[in-house]
């Protein structure tokens, strides 16, 4: 399929719907206009309607009968509960290393370093459900970062990595959680306030 001037595979087109599901301009539980989001991409409604059947069953978009597609709903005690799961998923990673891996992804990214550290615990099971639930989290990413500040955290990791103090890095990977549970709500507000101006 093509999308733009540049051939895309379904991979590469579902991640392209999932960055302009993200990109704040669906309020959370806004209709996705398949025709308008088709036409942006430049492909047929055909494939994109399969991929929004798929974020249907990830949880990240709804389906009403003859209505279309929606933007799930998020309140602030389910986006609380995806940070709290989120943590545990890493922390879990983390009980089991027994070192520190090699720095695998760019370090201005809290969410892929700490993806990339869940990868290196090796346990696929971990893999699967922290990426579903970073996948879940796309969609507030951009407000969150408005909120909440990730250098500091990033600061803190690599500090622990520098001492070789797994314990240190479990305890400021808890921090990063703990500051976003807290935030749930003015980061639901500020995504509800940005899809609608």
């Known amino acids: 399929m093509t999308v733009g001037n540049a051939r895309f595979d379904f991979d590469d087109l579902y991640h392209a719907v999932l960055n302009r599901l993200a990109d704040g301009r669906y309020p959370l539980g806004g209709r996705i206009s398949v025709k308008q989001l088709a036409d942006s991409l430049n492909v047929s409604p055909t494939p994109l309607r399969e991929i929004l059947s798929r974020l249907v069953g990830r949880g990240l978009v709804e389906e009403r009968r003859s209505e279309g ?6 309140d602030p005690p389910g986006l609380a509960d995806l940070y709290r799961l989120h943590g545990d998923c890493v922390d879990l990673a983390l009980r089991s290393l027994l070192h520190f891996p090699p720095p695998q992804e760019p370090a201005n ?36 970062r408005q909120v909440c500040d990730e250098a500091a955290a990033i600061s803190s990791w690599e500090a622990a990595r520098y001492q070789d103090d797994l314990g240190l890095l479990r305890k400021s990977v808890a921090r990063f959680h703990k500051t976003r549970i807290a935030a749930s709500r003015p980061i639901i507000e500020l995504a509800n306030a940005r899809a609608l101006s």
């Open 69 to 74: 597609y929606y933007l799930a709903r998020l």
């Open 109 to 144: 990214d809290a969410w892929a370093v700490l993806a990339s550290l869940v990868r290196a615990s090796e346990r696929a099971i971990l893999q699967s459900v922290q990426a579903y639930i970073d996948e879940r989290l796309r969609i507030v990413r951009r407000c969150e």
